[in-house]
């Protein structure tokens, strides 16, 4: 990888780890006692955050960030998606994947394991929680569940 690349993404993962511990951190609402091992806790993956970005560790910040946004991935917290955006400026959607699954499945027209199951159930929960209902597509995803 070109030095400028890699000084880049480097620099990329140190902003969107700090950004998603500054998230995780105003997000939880714990009593004072729990409050305070939260934060110091999150203060630690601060301070590895920084060592790994002083020493190069372009594999560790990425593998910490996969690590760090897991729980928002998996609850596909658009907010959370946001505010990264927002605050540190990277054009990024964290759901994509989740997204192409979906539309893969949709096209072929039929559920093939647990896991396209599993996603296309989160799916009709996302459509069915949202502000303006897509009809067509809850009535299309619920008949392949159903089926």
Do not use: C, P, W
Not at 66 to 95: H, P, S
């Amino acid at each position: 990888m070109d030095r400028a690349v890699k000084f880049n993404e480097l620099a990329k993962y140190r902003d969107l780890l700090i950004a998603t511990i500054n998230f995780s951190i105003d997000s939880f609402s714990t009593t004072s006692s729990k409050k305070n091992s939260f934060t110091k806790h999150f203060e630690t993956i601060r301070e590895q955050t920084i060592d790994m970005y002083e020493k190069g560790d372009l594999e560790g910040l990425q593998a910490l960030f996969a690590d760090q946004t897991e729980m928002y991935k998996e609850d596909l917290d658009r907010e959370f998606n946001t505010y990264l955006i927002e605050v540190t400026g990277y054009d990024m959607d964290l759901f994509d994947g989740f997204f192409k699954r979906i539309d893969a499945v949709l096209e072929r027209g039929k559920i093939k394991d647990a896991e396209e199951r599993d996603d296309l159930k989160r799916y009709l929960e996302l459509l069915e929680d949202a502000d303006e209902q897509d009809e067509e597509e809850i009535v299309k995803v619920s008949e392949m569940l159903d089926a």
